[in-house]
């Protein structure tokens, strides 16, 4: 019976999980300049299951840099690292963490 | 020979047209050209003098072809033998053009720049069985030269960018200096422009008397132009037409922007800028 493909059990609107209907959990990194060519990674909007610390301790480790996490009212908690480190924080997340490339966005020059 | 399928072929043509130059074009085509110019080529000579008045007969029908042809195939030589020096400057071909209406005038057909259309070709194709490729590029030049946005040119000013111009300012500061005309270029307003460079730069800064943009910190007017590019696809081109003559409209009902296309008339909804997080950064945060 299965192999007529009419009669398979597919929902056509099931959710495939894929929908960009939601925009507010993005994650952002950003970039800021400090004094002289200094710079600071910002990386907000993490979702709340990760463990922080343990994710800003292995960046740390891995980047050679100093970070830590900094808690804002609005945005919840806040990961900043010293440095442009947002192309290796992007590849971080997506391949230890699993997170999805379309759900990161990058932003600065 | 349908409309359409003209259409399909005008549509394919430019693309192929603009990597070649003009001139060399032409000459590639007499080169292949079918039999029929190649004899009318040798008949050249032969033929030139024919009275053009003569009309009515069938056979003036002819001779009036061998004309069209013996003009155009003149035209192509011409352009062959001066291949070997620089490409004919435009002066030039124009002369031989409007010879070629001259010569033309006789065989019903208006044949100046502005007036020739498809039908025109069309008609006279199926009449005289000119060889379609040579008029079709001969369409494409007037084309070209008359309305060069509907030959698929993108190089008109309406599409160029000025690319951003930025000088230091002072040690710490970088001053922006043509904002306005690239905002007035992308038809926004500064204001949108340049809360969205601040957000993405995560710094802040203000305009000055002149109208230039002074930014905290030092960025490269390479960053800037990474930035305006983005700012660009987000709130600027088309996602459908890729035109970016667009308008960007707020909906009073919903507090959501929306982009209007002006040449295909499509709307997307667009993001609001969002600053996001700013670190602190020098002072200590205030207790
Ligand atoms: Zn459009």
Redesign the interface.
């Known amino acids: 019976m299965s192999s007529i493909q009419n009669l398979n059990k597919i929902d056509p609107f099931a959710d495939t999980g894929d929908d960009d209907t939601q925009p507010t959990n993005y994650i952002h990194i950003r970039i800021q300049q400090r004094n002289g060519r200094k710079t600071l990674t910002t990386v907000q909007g993490l979702p709340d299951e990760y463990d922080l610390k343990r994710i800003v301790r292995a960046l740390k480790k891995d980047f050679a840099c100093n970070g830590n996490i900094v808690k804002d009212e609005e945005l919840g908690e806040v990961i900043q690292l010293q440095g442009d480190q947002r192309v290796k924080v992007m590849e971080f997340l997506t391949s230890q963490l699993g997170l999805q490339k379309k759900n990161i966005k990058i932003h600065g020059f | 020979m349908s409309v359409e399928e003209t259409n399909v072929d005008l549509g394919f043509d430019p693309t192929l047209k603009k990597k070649k130059k003009k001139s060399t074009k032409t000459v590639e085509e007499s080169n292949e050209a079918t039999p029929e110019v190649d004899d009318v080529l040798s008949g050249l000579k032969k033929k030139k003098k024919k009275s053009k008045d003569s009309k009515s007969t069938p056979d003036a029908d002819e001779i009036n072809t061998d004309d069209v042809t013996d003009s155009l195939g003149e035209l192509k030589l011409k352009k062959k033998k001066k291949k070997s020096s620089t490409p004919v400057p435009d002066d030039d071909f124009d002369k031989q053009l409007e010879k070629l209406g001259l010569d033309e005038t006789n065989t019903t057909n208006t044949n100046t720049a502005e007036t020739i259309t498809d039908d025109d070709v069309n008609a006279q194709q199926s009449k005289y069985g000119l060889p379609y490729d040579g008029l079709l590029s001969r369409f494409f030049q007037i084309l070209k030269k008359n309305n060069p946005e509907l030959a698929g040119e993108r190089s008109g000013t309406k599409f160029k960018i000025p690319p951003p111009v930025c000088q230091r300012e002072g040690n710490?500061k970088t001053a922006f200096a043509n904002v306005q005309e690239i905002s007035e270029k992308l038809q926004r307003s500064p204001e949108h422009l340049i809360s969205y460079l601040f957000?993405?730069?995560?710094?802040s800064g203000s305009v000055d008397g002149q109208k230039r943009l002074i930014i905290?910190?030092?960025?490269?007017p390479k960053?800037?132009e990474?930035?305006l590019r983005r700012y660009i696809i987000e709130y600027v081109t088309c996602k459908t037409c890729k035109s970016i003559n667009t308008q960007l409209k707020k909906e009073s009902s919903n507090r959501l922007f929306f982009l209007v296309c002006n040449s295909c008339g499509s709307t997307r909804s667009v993001?609001s800028i969002k600053t996001?997080?700013?670190?602190?950064?020098?002072k200590r945060k205030k207790m």
């Open positions: 710490k957000a993405e730069l995560g710094t905290k910190g030092r960025f490269q960053q800037l990474n930035v993001s996001g997080f700013s670190a602190q950064i020098g």
